[in-house]
């Protein structure tokens, strides 16, 4: 993921239903809006949508992962078999978990 000011990324999202198809879900884009430092550390601001809510996070690269201002790893060029993000999703009925990781 190159952290640049001004880069952006798009992704379109697929729910696949109980009968097999896919249902195009919606885009989201995601964008490098700025950058900042914090304890004397420089970050890159990262602002998007997740799961239909907005969100800003202050990432920068270490040791060719992207982690926040607390550590917390989000995308990686060279762990592959961590789990990036385990996000729960809530409906009415249903308690869904997400498990994100990097495929090559």
């Known amino acids: 993921m190159p952290l640049a000011v001004g880069n952006s990324w798009t992704y379109d999202f697929y729910a696949f239903l109980k009968n097999g198809t896919e249902q195009y879900d919606g885009t989201e884009r995601e964008s490098i ?10 970050f890159y601001i990262w602002e ?38 385990l996000p729960f999703l809530f409906s009415r009925t249903t308690v869904t978990r997400i498990q994100h990781r990097l495929i090559v």
């Open 33 to 42: 809006t700025g950058n900042t430092s914090i304890a004397g550390t420089d």
């Open 48 to 85: 998007g949508r997740e799961f239909g809510k907005n969100f800003r996070r202050f990432v920068r690269l270490s040791n060719g992962n992207v982690v926040d201002h607390n550590g917390k790893m989000y995308l990686s060029n060279v762990n592959f078999d961590a789990v990036l993000h």
